[in-house]
Structures are given as structure tokens and as C-alpha cells.
């Protein structure tokens, strides 16, 4: 199939690239030329797992392109698939001002195509976002019906930063909100051939499904962070708990997200979970649950400050700085708001990631760090030997091997406070100089 992605983000230029190395003549469109002009020159616009292999083959195949040109990518495809951002507003509601724009854009494009186009957001947006907000833009731009002149469908995205490749190919589940069947089919045939099982459902259940899982691993990690941490202080090894107690599989519960570890964040669980929360206010319905999974989180965060204060140390380590290892993602990363945490207290900082300083170098999240961020860019460090020759005390909130390999053991050197529940934590925990936050 002729494919239009909109939206070169993590989402967007992950679906695009992955259904071009499925056959189909892909083009991604983007505002931001930087994204743009990385596409074309064969390199990923983030830093993922496997993403910059297969960038640079279907690339140089031909069958992905990059434009900021609206309507020649409309034009020249029969799907568009739109992944652009939906943050928190200040207030915590959705912003849907980006996929509105894009749907403007689109729908301009489409009443100069004529033919059958079907539009598919992969966008995460409240029920109702679709159907109420942007088939009326559709229908007013196009002059026609949706679900019979223009196709119209809601496939929500279920990938995981830093397995996004990998998720994409290997899907938990494909759910296609379709408005009619011809838009539902026009979904099936880009992922044919895909495993997992398919779920063709209404618009508004597909846009819901997507809020139930986010919140849902909110609540887990949450859980499994309240729990680690009652247990580490009464002694005991929570990561023995809950390997028992995800044993039992008779209750089928999956081990994803119930490790005790740091405090969750990225672009999509908290302002998933703020806008839900905020939509059930307005709906006037009481969520106490969903309500305190935010502040569960901010308290166990805070947990990993109190170790350093424990310490009475000043020069402080922090490896890692993205939201989670394996990505250069720092949109509400927990670790950005702990190095902001100690750093406002007045801690002799020095931080190092790989993948951030990477995708700083090839300019992908160049602009967010220097505008976001400048006063933690000055703290970043190029080498892991840079940050354990200035620590005292070092965080470590990343799994990549070359910090792994170069932490020292047996209290010589820096105090190492483990975040994540490092590969070699049950040796660790019986050295001097080694502190957990998730025993
Ligand atoms: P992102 O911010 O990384 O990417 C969005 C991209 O859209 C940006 O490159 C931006 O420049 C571009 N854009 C904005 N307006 C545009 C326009 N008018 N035309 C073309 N491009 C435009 O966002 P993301 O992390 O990829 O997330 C996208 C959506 O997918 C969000 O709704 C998010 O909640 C959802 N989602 C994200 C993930 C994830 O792991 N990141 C997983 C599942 C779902």
C-alpha cells in the first residue's frame, strides 16, 4: 500500500519505517525539518534498539521518504497514518491542538485528491476525541461523509520505547477502531501478516482500550515500587516476593511492570493517566485509585533522594538520564526530575547517557535540551570515567554495559545507589558502599 505517516516521533517514525520493511512505499511527513532531513539521509530522528538498521535499508531502497509537504504525500498514498503528540495541557486535559492542525492539513489535502482515503490515528486521545472533534474537520474540508467518502479509523499504538522495533513486529494485541469495514479492512491489509490477535471494535472502545492499558501499567509499577519499598523496610527481598507471587499464573498475572525499580514517567503514562483522571472530574466521577497513582510515583522518587541524603555526600553520579534505559527520550523522565531534585538542593552534579548525548550530537533532541533542559546539559558528562572520578555517591538508573562494567565494587570507590535493580544486585547488596532503592 501507498502510506503517509504524519508525525516523525517516536511512534511515527517507528510505524513508518517498519511498514515500509514490510513492502508498502512509505512517506513520512514532519514540520520539523530536522527530522525530516535525518529520514532522508538514511538516520533515525531517535534512539532506539534496531531503529537506525532498518531506517538506513528502506531508505536506501526507496521505499521510505521524508517531506514537510502535506499534500504530495496526501497525493501519493492511499492510508495516512496520523502520530502526532497529544500532551498534557497545564491543567492536565489533553492537547489536542496538534492532531486537530494535522487533521486540518490532511482534510485540505483530501478535497484536491478526490477517491477514497482512509484517515487512521494512531494518536492516544480520549473517547470521543475522534468521532466529536476531528471527522467534523474531516467532513467540513472534504465536503463529504466519513466512513463513506473518506475512510476513518483509530488504531491505537501499544509499543514500548526502547522495544519499539521489536514491539512493532511482535504486537501485544492490533485494535482497530473502524468506523465502517472498509476502513477497518484498509487497517488489516498494512499490517498483514503481523502476529497477535486482531480486535475490531467502535471508534470510541478502540480510544478507551488504549487509556486502560496505560493506566493499568501505571498502577503496577506503583504497586510493585509501594510494595518493594515496605518490604525493603521491614527486611525483606521484594524482588523474592514478587518473583512467587508472578508465579502464579493461575491468576494470570503478567510480570511486565511489577518489578520493584524507579518511578515511571515518559510522554505517555503520566498524561495518560492526568488526562483520564481530569476527564472523569469533569464527568463527575470519583477515581480515587487512578487519582493517587501520580503521587505514588512522586513519593517513591523522592525516596531515591532521601538515600542521597542519607549519605552525606555532595559530589553526586547520576547514569542515566532518559526516562527509561534504552531510549534518548527525556519528555517527563523520572531521572530528570531527580537530577533537578538534587540539584536544587545544591548536590555537585555530573550526569552521563549515552543515548542522550548521542541524539544531542545528531541533533534529534538538540533543541529540547538546550531549551528544556540547559541546566542540566551543563552537567552532562562524555565519559562514565568523568562522572565516577567526581562522584562520592553515584545513582545509576541505566543498563547500559558500559556503565555496568565500570561500577566499582566492594565500597571502592563511590557509593552506588541502585535504582533499577541492577543484573547483579543480590551480590551487591551484601557489599559495603552499595544502597538500593528496590531490594
Ligand atoms: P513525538 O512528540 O515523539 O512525535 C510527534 C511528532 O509529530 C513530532 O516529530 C512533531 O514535530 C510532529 N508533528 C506535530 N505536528 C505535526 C504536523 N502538523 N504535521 C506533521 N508532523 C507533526 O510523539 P510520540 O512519542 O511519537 O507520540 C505520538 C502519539 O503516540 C502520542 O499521542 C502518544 O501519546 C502516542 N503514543 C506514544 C508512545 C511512545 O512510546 N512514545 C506509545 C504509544 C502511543
Known amino acids: ?13 517507528v510505524s513508518a519505517a517498519c511498514l515500509a520493511s514490510m513492502g508498502h512505499e512509505v512517506v513520512g511527513v514532519d514540520v520539523n525539518q530536522v527530522k525530516v532531513d535525518l529520514v532522508n ?11 537506525g538498521e532498518v531506517i538506513a535499508e528502506v531508505v536506501r531502497t526507496g521505499a521510505l521518504r521524508a517531506t514537510g509537504d502535506v499534500r504530495e504525500a496526501i497525493m501519493d498514498s492511499e492510508v495516512s497514518l496520523v502520530c502526532v503528540g497529544t500532551p498534557s495541557e497545564p491543567n492536565g486535559s ?17 478535497a484536491e485528491r478526490g477517491g477514497r482515503h482512509t484517515v487512521v ?7 470521543g476525541t475522534c468521532l466529536n472533534l476531528l471527522v467534523p474537520i474531516l467532513e467540513k474540508y472534504v465536503g463529504g461523509t466519513a466512513g463513506v467518502d473518506i475512510g476513518v479509523a483509530v488504531n491505537p499504538e501499544f509499543l514500548r520505547e526502547g522495544t519499539s522495533v521489536r514491539d512493532f513486529f511482535d504486537p501485544p494485541k492490533t485494535v482497530i477502531g473502524e468506523l465502517d469495514a472498509a476502513s477497518g479492512d484498509a487497517v488489516m491489509a498494512l499490517y498483514e501478516g503481523l502476529p497477535g490477535e486482531v480486535f475490531r471494535v467502535p471508534v470510541p472502545t478502540a480510544e478507551a482500550i488504549k487509556y486502560a492499558d496505560n493506566a493499568f501499567h501505571g498502577l503496577k509499577i506503583g504497586f510493585a515500587n509501594e510494595l518493594g519499598a515496605v518490604c525493603q523496610a521491614l527486611g525483606v527481598d521484594s524482588h523474592q516476593v514478587m518473583d512467587v507471587f508472578l508465579a502464579d499464573r493461575k491468576l494470570n498475572i503478567s510480570p511486565a511492570y511489577l518489578r520493584p525499580g524507579f518511578a515511571f514517567g515518559g510522554s505517555c503514562l503520566p498524561k495518560d493517566l492526568r488526562s483520564l483522571v481530569y476527564a472523569a472530574k469533569r464527568a463527575d466521577v470519583s477515581v480515587p485509585i487512578l487519582s493517587h497513582v501520580l503521587p505514588s510515583n512522586s513519593d517513591h522518587l523522592q525516596r531515591a533522594v532521601e538515600l542521597v541524603e542519607r549519605t552525606g555526600k555532595r559530589r553526586v553520579g547520576l547514569f542515566g ?29 555530573r550526569i552521563h547517557d549515552a543515548n542522550v548525548s548521542l541524539s544531542r550530537l545528531l541533533g534529534a533532541n538538540r533543541e529540547y535540551i538546550e531549551t528544556r533542559l540547559p ?8 565519559s562514565v570515567d568523568e562522572v565516577l572520578e567526581h562522584a562520592e555517591v553515584c545513582l545509576v ?4 554495559p558500559a556503565v555496568l562494567s565500570a561500577l566499582p565494587h566492594g565500597g571502592d570507590g563511590p557509593v552506588i545507589i541502585d535504582l533499577i535493580h541492577l543484573p547483579d544486585a543480590d551480590t551487591r547488596r551484601t557489599e559495603p558502599g552499595y544502597m538500593g532503592l528496590a531490594w
Not at 539521509?41 to 531503529?51: H, L, N, S, T, W
Not at 490515528?121 to 473517547?127: I, V, Y
Not at 541546566?375 to 562524555?382: F, G, N, S, V, Y
Open 121 to 127: 490515528f494512531r494518536s492516544t486521545m480520549l473517547p
Open 41 to 51: 539521509d538514511g538516520k533515525a530522528p531517535v534512539v532506539e534498539e534496531r531503529i
Open 397 to 400: 538508573g541505566t543498563r547500559d
Open 1 to 13: 500500500m501507498r502510506v503517509s505517516v504524519f508525525g516523525l516521533g517516536y511512534v511515527g517514525c
Open 94 to 110: 489533553l492537547c489536542t491542538t496538534y492532531l486537530e492542525r494535522v487533521t486540518e492539513e490532511i482534510g485540505a489535502a483530501l
Open 321 to 349: 538520564l532518559s526516562f527509561k534505559p534504552g531510549t534518548d527520550d527525556l519528555r517527563e523522565s523520572p531521572l530528570v526530575e531527580l537530577a533537578e531534585r538534587l540539584f536544587g538542593r545544591g548536590y555537585d552534579l
Open 375 to 382: 541546566h542540566l546539559a551543563q552537567l552532562l558528562a562524555d
